[in-house]
């Protein structure tokens, strides 16, 4: 008999490696990946872009109206790619220009009530693995696998450096330390759906274990739920 699909959710603070793990678990389930942080930064992008003041209510819903987020399957990358309004914004969202400013987007309520109806749609079929903040907590409560990360703040700011490093080699350690800070304050203290750890979700720390061993763990922990 065929396992049956379950609904994965991965939450935590950024720069813990939480797409990464999603992804490696999607593949190997061949299970649907959805980065619900790309979807967040995708709509920054579009309030950034279209001089949006997303503190006047009416203006954000306006512009929420004009959306329109999609995941497209890349072959020969073997990821999903975000499409926000048709074009291909991948490489676009992951600017630091875009990070700045995703946390203060995403504590929107009106922002977060668009993502999370998408998301839930998304999950319908189940067979889905979800990364971010909210996911075990708001999006899919009753989700069969609810993983929270963490990791030391000083590996996350190098591990957050490495990546924006390659893009931009004007950064530096102090603006990514800033950043990180500033992010993780805000997702914590948003009014609405602040990051905190499900009851029942099962931490992983990866501040010194590898990719290979934290996968190995998630996929115990997805056995036992099957």
Known sequence: MAAKKIIITIDGWSSCGKSTLAKQLAKKLNYVYIDSGAMYRAITLYFLRNHIDWT?????????????LEFHYNEHSGQSEMYLNGENVEYVIRDLVVAEKVSDVAAIREVRAFAVKQQQAMGKKKGIVMDGRDIGTVVFPQAELKIFMTADNAIRVERR?????????????????????MRDYIDSHREVSPLRQADDAIVLDNSNIGMEEQLKMALAWVQEKR
Do not use: H, R, S
């Open 161 to 181: 450096f490495k990546e924006l490093y390659e893009k931009n080699p004007n950064i530096t350690p102090e603006e990514v330390k800033n950043n990180l800070e």
């Open 56 to 68: 006047d209510e009416k203006e954000v819903n306006e512009a929420l109206a004009d959306i329109q």
